[in-house]
Structure formats: structure tokens, C-alpha cells
């Protein structure tokens, strides 16, 4: 087991950065997951991690030790790829025992280990069959067997679960989980899925176009969201943003589209020029309450256990509502109103930053309003 | 008759349909001539007068097993292919692994390598036997200005010379098809299984026994299979560089000898279809080895 630190560490392809002075710290025993849209560089900084891509500027440290210059296979990762990447010629128990055959280890003790591997991860049926003849499912037991079976200090995970269906996704997960209980090791695990950031993480490391965004507990970056970057990328649907009118608004009250008004006391001197609320913390009213922001409805998607209502605010605003229970009786066209709590507002700076408030203000001359 | 039935029997009929022309090439191009061959070996014809013969049974085939001269030819024959494939697929396999690595003007390299194999075997041939003269030659030249010789080695006359001077043209022609063959199998593992041994710290030997090798094997063998085939029946080297010297004649050129220089179709149509039944022998081998090794490998 063992810490990985990132120091100032950066990685360009050609003319192409697509890792920018990345420092990151992550503890010994920590499920760390990195999470961020395509192309962001959360592969590549995996990989940099593994040492199958050289860094181009800075330095690595796992355990302490600098490993910058460190080949991949002397580092002591194991690594989980998306597409499993078994050796398609030897069987299951080969996949997993290949790796020590060279490791200097007795062949009792290849064997106890292959066996423990595959007992914990409930493939023991399957060690004599060949990849081709597996699910997808088992495939990655499998993939996952071969990186536990050589101790690792840290494993890797590429999206590991991007290529099974919805309810394996699922069953995986929990089976991750319950493994980074039992080994207690160093996991990095990259992954395009904020279900799966959310439910994994202890840690997640948020990044865009090579930078990360924020690194924090998983409720800490729903709850305060550093900028509208991740505040707009965690949430299903996303965080519902729309820009202040600056000439209406003034120091403290707030007007935007929709009817909207606010009075906030702001921290500091930091002017907003964006609101957010996320589709859970509105709730359709009739267009006529008061301190309700004001649209016509579009259209609602009836999922069984919820509901995901789209309101339009102006020709180029459609916000979302997310709620459970009975959906509304609304038609399409109709004026609706959007009920909000002020506590669940954010508000954003020109650079994207998130500008916190006291909502406790509002609620007296929302009253009023 | 059911629907289901009829529906059936079209489709059987447009299967029948869509093969026909193939067929009917099949049967001009092989079956025909390869019937008319076999059924010549049984005749005592002569390529001036093919309508005049008569049935000898099995004569041409006993003459011609009880000819030296054609256990010669299938001695040189043999021993060109073992060697020269052997060389072919060891050299493309090592050019092929080079290749595989990406570096600058990859694209133009592998494209250069291919000219040798796009040359015409008779200007290759012709080439080297200018290179290789025991006078003129850039290759005994260049042995002597360096020391190497006092004159120049007679590697196209010299008897115990001749065939391996055969083998070595051909490994020079026929090299650049073998890397490209095997190429093309290296590009086809995907690189993360690479990645995966080298993350789990298995060394770079081990990679290459136990991962390469074992996967690229069934296009090596595709290659060693085509290769082998075709250096069975090689003619063209050999003839343009020494006709029918007994050094380096091949089955092939033994039988055109027997059919063309002594005009004597049922010997030679037995020649051909005793080289015919050695090639198919040997290609039924090599397949069947192939297919074991898909198998159990």
C-alpha cells in the first residue's frame, strides 16, 4: 500500500497540453476517482500515474519515492483496463498466474494465491476457460483478479465498468466497493460516470481540459461546488443555470429571467452575473405565486419513481425540474411558476467561481416581494 | 411441399446461382487442364502429335520414379524450401517487429521494403547474377577491394555454390511478402495486452515468448504456409539463372524438360502429377499442423 503524489506534473502530446501543472495528493488507502468529460485528461493522468506515458514536466511519487523516471513494470501498479485486455490465448487461471511466473514464486505458492484470487472474486469455476468463452462480466472478475493476484501497492482502474450493462454496472460496483474493504489498498479509478464517481469515491478529483477543477468528498462537491464547472457537472439532469440582468440588478438585488428576484448579502465585494438551482430544489407551482420564477411547460418525463418536468424561461432557457410522486396535470404551453427555497440558490462570478451568500436575508424581503 | 420448403429451395437455387461463375472458372482454369494431365501420364503422347497415343498404364510414373535426375530435382527442391522459408520467415519476423515500432518515416520504410517483391523474379534474378558475376560483379568487386578474396567467387557457376546463391535471391525477393504477412498479424494484438503484462512487471523477453509469439503465430504460419507452397513449385530462379543445370533443377523444371525439351507429354504429364501429389502431400501436412496448433495453443 502506498500514497501517490502528483507534483507540478504536466503532459503534452506535440503542441497539444493535455495535462496542465496538475498537483494532487492521495492517500495511502484512499478510493481516489477521477471524473470529468471526454477528452478532459483523466486517462492520460492515469497513465502518467502507471508510468505507460512518460510525463513531460514534473514528478511522480508513490510511496514517498520518486518514480518519475521509473519504468511501469518496476512501479508495482496493477492496472484494470476498459476493455479488459486478458491474454486471449491463455485461460483464466494463466491470465491471473502469468504475471508471477517470473516474480520468483514457487509454484505452491502461484497456486494458493491464483486460488484465494479467485475464490474472493467467485471465478474458481471458470479458471480452466478462455477469455473468448466469458461474459463480459467475468472478463473484468477476471481482469480484476490479475491485478490483485501480485499485490499491488496501488491499483488503477480505466473505466472498468464502461463496457457491461446497466445492472452489472451496477453489481461491479458494489463488488468494487467491497473489495477496496477488504485489501485496503490504493485505488485510482477513472471513470465518465458521476454515479459511479459518487458512489465509489472517498475522494474525486474533478478535472477539465487538463486542469482539475476541485478535489473533495463527493457530498462537499454536490453541496459547494467550487465554480459552475462542476457545479453544472455533477447532478442528473444538470444544475439549471441562468444569467442576472446587470443592468436591473444592483449591490445585494438580484433580477434575472423568468421574474427573477433575490436581495443576498454577498461575501465580499464579487458580483454575480449567473444563477444556479438545481433541478431537485425547484418545484412546480401556479404561475402566480409569488417569488416564483415564471415559464411556460414543455414537456415531462414520466420514469416511474420520478418525473424530469422542462420549462421554458426564454427562447434560448429551458430549465428542468426533477421530482417524485404523481407527475402534474400541466399541458404544454401553459404558464407555470418555479417555487426555489434560498438556501438551495448558487450564485456565480464573472470568472465561474461560485460567490457565497446569506440566504437568510432573502427570506425577509422575498416576503415582501 | 410447405412454404417453408419452397422458400428453402429458392434460396438453395440463388446459393447455386451466385456460385456459377466461380465454378465454372474453377473447371476451365484447374479441374480441366489437372484431368487432362493426369489422364495424359497414363498415355505414351508426344506434344507434336497429342491426338496419337495409346495406354501404357503406369510406365511413366515408374520411369520417371526410377529417374535420379528427378529425385535430384526433388532433393533441390526440398532443401531450397526448408532453408529458404526458414530464412524468409525469421528475417520477415525480425523486420516485421522492427516495423511494428513506431519511429520517423515508418510509412516510407515500409513501403520501400516492399520493392524488391514487386520486382518481376526474372529482373531480380537477372540483377544479382550481374552483381554476383565472377568478373564484373559490383559483390566480388567489393570482396576484393576490401580483402575479403584474392579473385572473385564464381557464385553462379561454382556447382557447390549455385543453390544456395538460388536460396539467397529468393530470400532477397520473397522477404518483404513475409514481413508484411506478419505485419499484419503483430497489428492485430492489441496494444493494451502489452500494457497490461508491463504494468504487472513482466519483462520484455517474456512479453515477446509468451504474448507476441504465441498470438502472431497463426499469420506465421499462413505465410510459412503460402511461402512453402510456392517455393515447391519454383521455376523461374532457378531457369533464368542456370536453365537446367542438375545443381539447382527444380520438380518443375525437371517435369518441363521432360514435356517440352524431349516433347514427351505422357512422361512429363506423369512428372507434373507426381509433383502435383507431393505438393498437395506436404500442403495437407503443414495445414493439418496448423490447425493442431489452433487447437491446443
Known sequence: MASVTLKNVSKAFGAYDVIRSINLEIEDGEFMVFVGPSGCGKSTLLRLIAGLVPVSEGDVFIGGEQVTDVPASKRGLAFVFQSYALYPHMNVSRNISFALETARLGKDEIRRRVTKVAEMLKISHLLDRRP?????????????????????????????????????????RFEIVKLHGDVKTTMIYVT???????????????LNQGRIEQVGRP???????????VAGFLGSPRMNFAPLD????????????????????LAGAENPTEIGLRPEALKLVSAETKGAICGTFERMEDLGYEYVCYVRLSETLVWTVRSTGRPPAFTEGQPVGLGWQPESLYLFGEDGRRIDHDSAVQLASGASL | MSAAERMQRQQNRTAWLFLLPLIIALVGVAIWPLTRSIFFSFTDAFL???????????????????????????????????????????????????????FVGRGIVRAAILVPWAMPMVVSTRIWEWMLNDQFGLINKLFVTLGLVEKGIAWTAEPTLILYTVIFIDVWVTTPFMVLLILAGLQLIPEEIYEAAEVSGVPHWKRFWSITLPLATPAIGVAMLFRTLDALRMFDLSYVLAANNENTMTMSIYARDQLISFQD???????????????GLIAIAIVGVLRLDRATG
Open chain 1, 132 to 172: 473468448r468463452q466469458l461474459s463480459g462480466g467475468q472478463r473484468q472478475r477476471v481482469a480484476i483478479g490479475r491485478a490483485l493476484v501480485g499485490e499491488p501497492e496501488v491499483f488503477l482502474f480505466d473505466e472498468p465498468l464502461s463496457n457491461l450493462d446497466a445492472d452489472l454496472r451496477m453489481e461491479m
Open chain 1, 192 to 206: 465518465h460516470d458521476q454515479t459511479e464517481a459518487m458512489t465509489l469515491a472517498d475522494r474525486i478529483v474533478i
Open chain 2, 265 to 279: 507429354l505422357g512422361l512429363g504429364s506423369a512428372a507434373s502429377t507426381w509433383v502435383f501429389m507431393i505438393i
Open chain 2, 48 to 102: 507434336d502429335a497429342p491426338a496419337n497415343y495409346g495406354f501404357v498404364g503406369i510406365d511413366n510414373f515408374i520411369t520417371v520414379a526410377e529417374d535420379p535426375v528427378f529425385w535430384r530435382a526433388v532433393k533441390n527442391t526440398l532443401f531450397f524450401t526448408v532453408i529458404s522459408v526458414g530464412l524468409e520467415t525469421l528475417l520477415g519476423l525480425a523486420i516485421a517487429l522492427l516495423l511494428h515500432r513506431a
Open chain 1, 219 to 229: 457530498r462537499e462537491l454536490y453541496d459547494r461546488p467550487a465554480n459552475r464547472f
Open chain 1, 246 to 265: 446587470r443592468a436591473a440588478s444592483s449591490a445585494g438585488v438580484l433580477r434575472g429571467v423568468g421574474g427573477f428576484y433575490h436581495a443576498a448579502e
